[in-house]
Structures are given as C-alpha cells and as structure tokens.
C-alpha cells in the first residue's frame, strides 16, 4: 500500500472557537473587534485545514463534534486553572473531569487524538500547579481506556521559568504559541530551547491574526514575516506543525488573515518529504 504524501496543509491546524467567542469574554471583549459570525465548520470549508483544537467556548461533548463534520482531526481543550474572584486558582478536579470526558468522546469518535492543557506555562503555573497534579492526570489518563496524549500550552517567553522543565516532561506533544510580536525572529531559537528541556519532544508553533501580547493590530507583512519563520520549521520537520488562533478572528476583514489564507492557497499542496 502505497501512503500519499503529507502536504503542509496536513500540518496546519485552526484554534476552533464559538462564534464570536473573544468578544463576548472578559477581558478581550475590550479589545474592539467586530462580531463575528463564522463557524469552526464554515472555516474548515474556507482553508481546507481539517484540523481543530477545539477550544474558545466549544464544550467536550456530542454536540461541539457533530457541529464540525467535515474535521478530520480533533484535539479537546481545557486548563488546569481558573479564574475566580478576580484570582487564578487551581480547578484540578474540573479538568480531571473534562480528561475523562474527552476520553469517552475518543471512545465513540476517532477523530478525537489529544487533549490539552492550555495557558499552562502561565496561568496554570501561576495558580500553582505541580508535577504530582499531572502524574495524576497522567495516571488517571493511563487506566482509563482510551488512552489520549496529553498536550501543553508553553508560551515562548516563559521556558527559563522555575520549574518547568519538570513540568514539561509529563507532556506529549508542546503547543508553543508566540505572544508578543517583536519576538518573533527569536522562534527558531526557541524551539531549539524547547528540544534541549524536553529531549526533542513533539512542538506545535501556534501564531495569531492579533498581537496580542502589545494589544495591536498585525499589518500584512508582519503576519508574512511569522509565516516565513514558520515554514522552514515545518518543512525541515523540527515543528509538527502550525495552529493558528483563531475562527472569530477570521471574518473580520483583517489583512493578518488574508495574508494567512493566501499562503496557506500558495503551499498548502506542497508535499513534505
């Protein structure tokens, strides 16, 4: 039998969202963007990526799965922290119950492959999660059928933090998103920093249509610059891949995303070797 090669368009994933997700939510409701009406399945239709993170308001159940039909590859998301009182604290039985509720989906849907811990270098720490709570997470994963990896967010701008590499080796695979804009020449090298801490674990660069870390709009040729950083990561395979962030951003008119989806008509077909 005869395996069709991957083209980069396999490797790219799309950060599913609710509709209008960000600007009915705390803090980024502030930022000002426009109301969005596009759905995860209306992107995949647009891009031709059938991977999603289901994430931004989409629940683990039923539900969020058979409204995305045409995805052929699916992660679940949720934290090991919230917020609560205006304060970040642990939730760690609320995600031991969203694990196993992923778990059941993988159970019944294929597409199901993953489950991440987002915001985990930050928010998760902040609230202070341990490695005892992901060897439990992991134990809890291990004896419960059907086994799922367990993924992490580690944002780029925090791998010399206290403790973390000894967080990071209880991870699968690395979702390493790039924050602050400015940054971004520095992503090859971090990657590279990721390898040496986790012994060459699988990495996910996740980018953004918003500059979030400097709250600011991305012209064209910023959102061309990150994806001319990216590409090479990809193709020479020290990345598994992009995810971009995210569906209610996507609609909105920006040229960020017009740059985006322009390149991903450009390469998308390419095939990797």
């Given at each position: 039998m005869t395996t069709k090669p991957a083209t980069i368009r396999d490797r790219l994933w799309t950060w599913g969202m609710q509709v209008n997700a960000l600007q009915q939510t705390g803090s980024y409701g502030k930022l000002g963007f426009d109301d969005s009406t596009l759905?995860?399945?209306?992107?995949?239709e647009q891009t031709g990526i059938k991977n999603v993170y289901m994430a931004g308001g989409l629940e683990i159940n039923e539900e969020s799965l058979a409204a995305m039909p045409s995805a052929?590859?699916?992660?679940?998301?949720?934290?090991?922290?919230?917020?609560?009182?205006?304060?970040?604290?642990?939730?760690?039985?609320v995600a031991e119950a969203r694990l196993l509720a992923a778990k059941q989906l993988a159970a019944s849907d294929p597409r199901v492959e993953g489950f991440l811990l987002d915001d985990f270098s930050t928010g998760s720490m902040d609230a202070g999660?341990?490695?005892?709570h992901m060897a439990r997470l992991q134990y809890i994963n291990?004896?419960?059928?059907?086994h799922l990896p367990l993924y992490e967010t580690i944002y780029s701008m925090t791998l010399e933090r206290d403790g973390l590499a000894d967080m990071m080796r209880y991870a699968d695979l690395l979702l390493v998103p790039l924050w602050h804009f400015p940054e971004c020449d520095t992503m090859p090298a971090r990657i590279e920093r990721c390898a040496e801490l986790t012994?060459?674990?699988?990495?996910?660069?996740?980018?953004?249509?918003?500059d979030f870390g400097n709250h600011r709009m991305l012209e064209r040729n910023e959102m061309q610059?990150?994806?001319d950083i990216v590409e090479p990561l990809i193709r020479e395979q020290r990345v598994t891949?992009?995810?971009?962030?995210?569906?209610?951003?996507?609609?909105?008119g920006w040229e960020s995303v017009d740059c985006y989806q322009e390149w991903v008509r450009r390469v998308g077909d390419d095939e990797l070797s």
């Amino acid at each position: 039998m005869t395996t069709k090669p991957a083209t980069i368009r396999d490797r790219l994933w799309t950060w599913g969202m609710q509709v209008n997700a960000l600007q009915q939510t705390g803090s980024y409701g502030k930022l000002g963007f426009d109301d969005s009406t596009l759905t995860v399945e209306q992107a995949i239709e647009q891009t031709g990526i059938k991977n999603v993170y289901m994430a931004g308001g989409l629940e683990i159940n039923e539900e969020s799965l058979a409204a995305m039909p045409s995805a052929e590859r699916i992660v679940c998301k949720w934290s090991l922290h919230t917020e609560l009182d205006d304060k970040i604290v642990l939730n760690i039985d609320v995600a031991e119950a969203r694990l196993l509720a992923a778990k059941q989906l993988a159970a019944s849907d294929p597409r199901v492959e993953g489950f991440l811990l987002d915001d985990f270098s930050t928010g998760s720490m902040d609230a202070g999660a341990s490695p005892e709570h992901m060897a439990r997470l992991q134990y809890i994963n291990t004896t419960t059928w059907p086994h799922l990896p367990l993924y992490e967010t580690i944002y780029s701008m925090t791998l010399e933090r206290d403790g973390l590499a000894d967080m990071m080796r209880y991870a699968d695979l690395l979702l390493v998103p790039l924050w602050h804009f400015p940054e971004c020449d520095t992503m090859p090298a971090r990657i590279e920093r990721c390898a040496e801490l986790t012994g060459n674990k699988p990495m996910l660069v996740c980018l953004y249509f918003y500059d979030f870390g400097n709250h600011r709009m991305l012209e064209r040729n910023e959102m061309q610059q990150q994806l001319d950083i990216v590409e090479p990561l990809i193709r020479e395979q020290r990345v598994t891949g992009l995810m971009m962030c995210g569906t209610c951003m996507m609609d909105l008119g920006w040229e960020s995303v017009d740059c985006y989806q322009e390149w991903v008509r450009r390469v998308g077909d390419d095939e990797l070797s």
